[in-house]
């Protein structure tokens, strides 16, 4: 869980979005965090203290004089602990407050006491956001060192459409996970595919397979996550663009071909999850087969090019991961492909244990033999793969010089 043994004072102030904090506060529990909630009072008009409560599993704050807190300093005794904190719903009023170092309420007086990272996920209407006087107030907070997760663009609860939207809670809490994380992949480039190819026969049919992509796209976050500038080029999956990730979405193999060698001179990483088709139809029809006489008709495959063989055997290649999906002899099937493509890792799974589900199993296997990781979601596998990665990417810097 990629919030493990982190403890997040979650601010809630007064704005529509207000309601968004109870499904974040149960995604950050989801993540294992502990979470303390403290909310303005104007945001105990939009959303209960009783619900955050509920869901955080502790008692809820919003006054300076608060009798709960022994000592008399609820800002000093809840701003103790805690790993950052995450003010959601952040309205004009509170960014003004903050830039003007005011404390006249619980949550801008935690804000001024905290010595832990400042989180803001701001909610305004367009043009409040727009306004000189809040862009004067973000330069500054900005300037203070706080972190902005958004606002985003879109329809908002007055009607109007512009900036000032908040982030989607998964967004902010991928946000927040990112901002938490350890940046081992600082400065580099990762590049990846994810998801199955579809290779056309006619216009309606195809050769695919049941790749579900969230390997890839776990991979893709988790990285992103670590730091790194992250390029996802995707066969066709229903999956949403995890946050910070640029996605490109191709469908044929020789489509993602073409999207990974644009941009893989440039990559420092290159994994290789996608469950590219090894054949296509040589010709794919411009009309839809019919059924001739019930004779089927004859469709002749050609082979696809292998996307991580070409990567590999680039003159400077990124460092290459690659993936190795097995219905049996694991080890040795996943170790021969390793040698064949010419790569420094692979990440060997059964079918029977990963493939299109939510969980996995797999084991690693480089240079100095095989790795088992420990079964488990695959958002979690993901984050483990991605530390080992960076840390033989460490070791093959060191050993370059
Ligand atoms: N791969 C690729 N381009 C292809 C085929 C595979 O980039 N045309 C990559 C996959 O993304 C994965 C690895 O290579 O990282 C899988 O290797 P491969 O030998 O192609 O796997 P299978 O198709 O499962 O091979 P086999 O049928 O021999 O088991």
Avoid at 67 to 93: F, K, Q, Y
């Amino acid at each position: 869980m990629e919030l493990q043994d982190k403890t997040i004072l979650l601010g809630v102030c007064g704005g529509v979005a207000a309601y968004k904090a109870a499904a974040l506060l149960r995604d950050m529990r989801r993540a294992g965090a502990r979470v303390r909630v403290v909310m303005t009072e104007a945001a105990t008009r939009f959303i209960t203290p009783l619900t955050l409560q509920a869901l955080s599993g502790e008692a809820v704050y919003t006054g300076l004089w608060d009798e709960r807190i022994a000592n008399g300093m609820p800002h000093i005794e809840l701003s103790r602990g805690i790993d950052a904190v995450l003010v959601v719903a952040a309205t004009a009023d509170f960014l003004a407050r903050m830039a003007t170092g005011r404390a006249e309420d619980l949550l801008s007086t935690i804000a001024l006491a905290r010595k832990t990272p400042l989180f803001v996920a701001p909610a305004m209407n367009r043009q409040m956001w727009e306004h000189p006087a809040t862009r004067r107030n973000v330069a500054t907070l900005l300037g203070d060192g706080v972190c902005f997760f958004g606002p985003a663009s879109g329809v908002q609860a007055c009607g109007d459409e512009g900036e000032g939207r908040m982030l989607e809670p998964e967004e902010i809490l991928e946000a927040l996970i990112a901002a938490l994380t350890p940046r081992r992949l600082a400065g580099k480039k990762v590049l990846l595919t994810a998801g199955p190819t579809f290779e056309a026969i006619d216009p309606v049919r195809g050769l695919t397979n049941l790749s579900s992509g969230r390997m890839g796209y776990a991979l893709a976050r988790a990285a992103m996550q670590a730091g790194a500038e992250v390029s996802l080029v995707s066969g066709p999956v229903e999956l949403a663009a995890p946050y910070g990730v640029r996605v490109s979405r191709v469908r044929s193999a020789l489509e993602m071909r073409e999207a990974v060698l644009q941009e893989a001179t440039t990559a420092d990483l290159f994994i290789a999850v996608a469950a590219v088709a090894d054949y296509r139809a040589e010709e794919v029809a411009t009309q839809k087969h019919k059924k001739e006489n019930g004779r089927p008709p004859e469709i002749r495959l050609i082979a696809n090019p292998d996307i991580l063989a070409e990567v590999a055997a680039l003159p400077r290649p990124p460092f290459c991961v690659g993936f190795a999906a097995e219905s049996e002899n694991l080890e040795t099937f996943a170790e021969e492909k390793r040698k064949r493509k010419k790569i420094p890792l692979i990440v060997g799974n059964l079918i029977q244990e990963g493939f299109g589900g939510k969980t996995n199993r797999v084991i690693l296997f480089d240079e100095e033999g095989s790795h088992p990781l420990p079964p488990g979601e695959k958002q979690a596998i993901a984050h483990k793969l991605i530390e080992h990665i960076a840390h033989l990417l460490e070791k093959t810097y060191a050993r370059a010089g």
